[in-house]
């Protein structure tokens, strides 16, 4: 199954660090001209705008104090109402509680349903990647498998301090501890699906392509 041209996609991407969660949503999002929502980004821009859930997001970094529900769901709020989200679109990094998964719900209407999808690997794999992996130290883009220097400016390459094996391990543990109850909370519906992320890039992609396709044909 395929999906057409007027169907309307809500993705929700789902997957520990490492999983390849944010390569494989920009992707589909580029494939089906979708916009790709990354909570990093919209909270960069909506602090860079001056918006209000901006400048409150402004006041508890400067204030050191982690960043509540309350902020990330009024900033995805935002993002979502914006017209280029109305034919749909691919959420990476939200939500992350199930506070915030029971607040997507309510932003969203009936006109397309949500579809969750989950990338797994296994955690050697996972630890292997993330060990592995180089950024550039200038402009801290990350490099592909292979690269000796950055794609992009061309500056050295160096390990992610928080990317050594123990520190790796414990993060994967917070994640699967954190995440679980919304895994758990999505994982009843129709439209949730699962795929192996421990396959090449391409071949995820068919995966991710064809778990989107069945789920919407689930719903109807």
Do not use: W
């Not at 809500?10 to 944010?22: C, D, E, F, S, T």
């Not at 999002?29 to 402004?58: C, Y």
């Not at 160096?158 to 520190?167: A, G, I, K, S, Y």
Request: glycine share 10%.
């Amino acid at each position: 199954m395929t999906l057409g041209s007027n169907v309307a996609v809500r993705l929700v991407m789902l997957g520990p660090p490492g999983a390849g969660k944010g390569t494989q949503a920009a992707r589909f999002a580029r494939t089906h001209g979708l916009p790709k929502i990354s909570t990093g980004d919209i909270l960069r821009d909506a602090v860079q705008e001056g918006t209000e859930m901006g400048r409150a997001a402004r006041e508890v970094m400067d204030a050191g104090r982690l960043m509540g529900d309350d902020i990330m769901i009024g900033i995805v709020k935002e993002r979502l109402e914006r017209p280029d989200a109305d034919a749909g679109f691919v959420l990476d990094g939200f939500p992350r509680t199930v506070a915030q998964a029971q607040a997507l719900d309510s932003l969203v209407d009936d006109a397309a349903p949500l579809v969750i999808v989950d990338i797994e690997v296994p955690t050697d794999t996972l630890v292997k990647r993330l060990a592995t992996r180089r950024i550039c130290g200038a402009c801290r883009l990350g490099a592909p498998p292979g690269a000796t220097g950055c794609p992009k400016c061309g500056g050295a390459l160096v390990q992610r301090v928080d990317d050594n094996e123990h520190v790796v391990r414990e993060r994967l543990q917070v994640y699967e501890r954190s995440t679980q109850p919304i895994v758990d909370f999505y994982g009843r519906r129709n439209t949730f699906r699962s795929i192996d992320g421990d396959q090449t890039e391409d071949s995820v992609a068919a995966d991710l392509a064809a778990a989107v396709a069945s789920a919407l044909g689930a719903r109807r």
